[in-house]
Every structure is written in C-alpha cells, then in structure tokens.
C-alpha cells in the first residue's frame, strides 16, 4: 500500500461528467485518491467549472494556438510537473498525444471508451455498433498505449442494445456505467491492486461473475 494519496491529473475536452464521477469518488473520505489539477485543451467547457466548483486547479492549454501537438504536449507536461502529478485519467478528451508523451507516462494513464474495446474504437462507436447488428455495447478503461484506443483493459461494463436505440439513447445508457467503472479502475489503480502482464490486467482480491447475460431475452414477453 502506497502513503499518500495518489495525485491525479485529468485532462478533459468538454462537458466533464466522468471528471464530475472521479470528483465525487474522490470527494470520499478514505478514498485513496486526489485529483489536483484539471487539464483541457478547450476554453470554456463545463468541465472546467466542475473543477472551479470543487476548488480544484485548472488550466487551458488550447490546442489552436500550437504549430504541432510536440509543443502542446510540452506545455501539459510541465504544468503536470508543476502539480507533481503522479497518475493521468483522461476524461473525454479529444486529443490525440504523442507517443512521447504516453510513453512518459506508461503504466501511469488511463482512459474511458465507450465500447467494448477491442472493438469499435475511434468516434462515432454507439451508432457503429447499431448499425452493425451488436447486441451488446459498454465501455472500457484501459491504460494508454501509443496506439489509440489500445491498451490492457482494467474494466468493462456491458449494455445490451436495443431493438429502438439510436447513437444517442445507447450513448445515455453507456454513459451511466461509464460513471460506475472509471472511479473504481481509478481507486484499484491508487490501491496498488492492479497488475500489467503484458496485454492483461490482474486485479488482486477481484470477483468475477458467473452469469450470463441474454439480449433478447429468450423469455416470451407476456
């Protein structure tokens, strides 16, 4: 068990609500993990005032005002130093690093998907998985590799598809879980309970399930 609790840095890009879960789950005592600086590469985004709201350090580094991601990279970097950042949680953020900067962090950075990676990654993936006849969907937090949306996978959280669902309706549904799954990858990282061998995740003490889950139920609708 480490001493101390573990600095986080969370880079966002918009509204900020799984910024909002990792505030809350943080917010509780006992929870062996503290967010102490905010990161977005947008002016004027939510997420931003999440964080003022909590009285937590936030800075913009807005990426239009940079020849190439390299300097843009650069400067994150030294304010994460500045904030003795020792953990990235990237929280809807549109941005794509560079293998520098990721390596700099390996092992130390994770990030939340909403699909069941290895498939459907990039954007768009709610209505890809629709249109490709899926009966399931969810999200995923993986620690951050070079290649986007690669990674060794801490958690997932399956969402059956519906028949009526569009992009947006399985987004809603997703989004709720991905509120669940990111805080606790988060306080398991900050406990010294998970593991990397090679392209897998061990979590010690963990419970895995048994059930199954149906989708479209094999019960007949009364």
């Known amino acids: 068990m480490r001493e101390g609790k573990l600095k986080v840095g969370v880079l966002v890009s918009g509204s900020g609500s799984n910024l909002q879960a990792l505030i809350d789950a943080c917010a509780v005592p006992g929870h062996p993990a503290e967010i102490v600086l905010v990161i977005s590469n947008r002016p004027g985004v939510r997420a931003l005032d999440r ?128 509120h669940r799954i990111y805080p606790a990858s988060l306080r398991w990282v900050a406990e010294g309970r998970v593991r990397v061998e090679g392209e897998r995740v061990f979590l010690n003490d963990a419970v895995y399930p048994d059930t199954g889950l149906l989708n479209p139920s094999p019960e007949q609708a009364n």
């Open 51 to 178: 964080a003022k709201t909590a009285s937590i350090p936030a800075v913009v580094f807005d990426h239009k005002n940079y020849p190439d991601r390299a300097s843009f990279d650069a400067d994150m970097q030294k304010a994460l130093d500045a904030a003795d950042v020792e953990f990235i949680c990237l929280a809807g953020f549109m941005r794509l690093l560079t293998t520098e900067f990721v390596e700099h962090w390996g092992g130390r950075m994770i990030n939340i998907h909403p699909s069941l990676l290895p498939s459907f990654k990039g954007l768009n993936v709610q209505q890809r998985a629709i249109d490709a006849g899926a009966r399931f969907s969810g999200c995923t937090v993986h620690f951050v590799t070079p290649e986007m949306d690669v990674g060794p996978i801490i958690q997932q959280a399956v969402v059956p598809i519906h028949q009526d669902d569009t992009g947006d309706t399985l987004a809603a549904r997703i989004l709720v879980q991905e």
